[in-house]
């Protein structure tokens, strides 16, 4: 399980946003084991005098959190990383340097979801990879 915020200026981020998505989703199906279907992103288009970050970024700069269960290895983290800084910028045309990644992990317990604890729920995936 997965939830991620995608933060971003608004003229950069709302004209890419399903391309992002697409892409950003196939770095997370692959890394992650993810089945297809499980997308859960949100844009959060920022105006310029609402976003300030350092001058040796561009306007593309974009800020990806994403909130997971906890109990992947660090190697499957840091290929998500690659793959994520690879694809950005041969798909997208946005650097290494105008990407930043951020991974929350929290047990499931911590969630709640489809009606019930997160520990609870039957996965159709393996979170320990």
């Given at each position: ?8 200026l608004?003229?950069h981020?709302a ?8 892409t950003?989703h ?20 920022l ?10 970024r ?32 041969q798909?997208?045309?946005i ?6 990644i951020?991974?929350t ?25």
């Open positions: 399980m997965s939830q991620i915020k995608i933060y971003g608004r003229h981020l004209p890419i946003r399903q391309a992002m998505s697409e950003l196939a770095c997370i199906v692959e890394a992650f084991h993810y089945p297809q279907n499980k997308r859960f992103h949100r844009f959060i288009y105006d310029e005098g609402d976003f300030f970050y350092p001058e040796d561009s306007d593309r700069y974009t800020i990806i959190e994403i909130a997971l269960f906890e109990g992947r290895s660090v190697e499957v983290k840091k290929h998500l990383y690659h793959l994520i800084f690879q694809r950005f910028e798909m997208l045309g650097g290494p340097n105008d990407v930043e951020t991974l992990e929290t047990p499931p317990h911590n969630w709640g979801i489809r009606g019930m604890p997160g520990d609870e729920l039957t996965l159709n995936y393996k979170i320990s990879i």
